[in-house]
């Protein structure tokens, strides 16, 4: 909300698609910040929500929750919402920075400004892998 409150104030509330748009613009670096810095927890639980352990009366609990029996009802949707943040997350995340940081090398355009910089400002061009 902080972002658009910035754009409102500044632009006034005009097109709203636009603002929108400006908005999403402005959030997107802050946006992966967070998931960076969340990364591990959302990996923790993402593969945790799959995990099922097999308790003495037979049946296959969910280790991390062993009220929930696995594969049934509820666990379902889980073990989907788990798959789907396993997939967008945990491997998109980083194969997608690999991507953005190997083509903006390729380009020669990782001394350009981006609001993406923070992903590979720390880095020499002439060393980039040996850090």
């Not at 639980?45 to 352990?53: M, P, R, S, V, W």
């Not at 029996?69 to 997939?87: D, K, P, Q, T």
Request: proline share 2%; with cysteine; net charge positive.
């Amino acid at each position: 909300f902080y972002f658009l409150f910035l754009n409102v104030r500044a632009k006034g509330l005009g097109d709203t698609r636009a603002l929108l748009d400006k908005t999403w613009v402005d959030m997107r670096p802050d946006f992966l910040s967070a998931v960076i810095t969340s990364y591990h927890q959302i990996s923790m639980k993402a593969f945790g929500a799959l995990k099922c352990t097999e308790f003495q009366d037979g049946h296959v609990y969910l280790k991390m929750a062993p009220e929930i029996e696995c594969w049934v009802g509820r666990h379902w949707v889980m073990a989907l919402v788990s798959i789907f943040y396993i997939i967008v997350v945990v491997v998109g995340v980083p194969v997608g920075i690999f991507l953005f940081t190997q083509r903006k090398r390729m380009l020669n355009k990782l001394t350009d400004e981006s609001a993406f910089k923070f992903l590979y400002e720390r880095y020499e061009i002439e060393v980039i892998w040996w850090h």
